[in-house]
């Protein structure tokens, strides 16, 4: 099974974790400042602010999460905002360096209702089940394998009535001529680095698609009934945010 993205995104963190998150040249170690930082949390906020809201008129008007679950929580661009809206928020990333990263922010924010764990393909660090579980940009860096049995484990850990907001792609804009299909040749995404490559090249970051028949049978499966569903596309990346609630 591929593990190499756990090696990948923890060389992320240790290098570049703000622009691991988001890829903008000002979020890059060598060059962000207080006002990039600044601007890269302000859009954390703004975020979580539209998933709530979305969640309320879509699926729960009176929604108020008492636990939360950021899955993929980096350095806790997305787990502070939801720190303050509810009263227990976990975050969960492969990354240690990138953990230790979101420590130092929830600690410079002063939040106490924060805890950190490292992920693993069981979620064996989890005592759920939350109100919400939350993931975005996170999926598409992860094997498809691998993803979609995290994915039905996170499922598993939603609370009857709990929300689950999560993100992922399916298909990329230079597939347009298959109508979103990947050709059958295509070559896989490339897992290992290029030992010619230069020892400061950024790591890899994987971009993967997932079947969108697997993803909602596994939601049907769990006793999910309907859903809202809307568009993301990050760089020619198509994708899906997916909100839905167990009952």
């Known amino acids: ?28 170690s060598a060059g962000i400042d ?32 008492r636990t939360a679950l950021d899955f993929g929580c980096g350095v806790g661009r997305l787990l502070m905002p939801f720190a303050k809206v509810a009263q227990e928020v976990v975050g969960l990333d492969v990354s240690p360096s990138m953990l230790q990263e979101a420590q130092r922010n929830c600690d410079a924010q002063g939040l106490q209702n924060v805890r950190l764990f490292r992920s693993d393909d069981d979620l064996s660090t989890l005592t759920g089940p939350f109100d919400l579980i939350h993931s975005c940009i996170v999926f598409q860096h992860i094997p498809v394998e691998r993803g979609r049995a995290l994915f039905e484990k996170l499922l598993q850990q939603l609370s009857v009535g709990g929300v689950g ?73 198509l994708g899906l945010f997916l909100f839905f609630r167990v009952t």
């Open 165 to 237: 907001a999560i993100q992922l792609t399916y298909s990329k804009t230079r597939f347009a001529s298959t109508y979103g299909l990947a050709p059958l040749e295509l070559p896989r995404e490339a897992t290992t680095p290029n030992p010619r490559a230069s020892t400061d090249a950024d790591p890899l970051m994987q971009m993967n698609p997932y079947n969108l028949n697997e993803i909602l049978f596994l939601m049907q499966r769990r006793g999910i009934s309907q859903f809202h569903a809307e568009y993301t596309d990050h760089g020619g990346e």
């Open 34 to 65: 207080e006002h990039a930082k600044k601007e890269f949390f302000a859009s954390g906020e703004l975020h979580v602010h539209g998933v709530l809201a979305t969640i309320r008129k879509h699926i729960d008007p009176g929604f108020a999460p």
């Open 1 to 28: 099974m591929d593990m190499s993205t756990d090696t990948a995104w923890e060389e992320w963190g240790r290098r570049d974790p703000y622009f691991g998150v988001i890829t903008d040249p000002k979020f890059r």
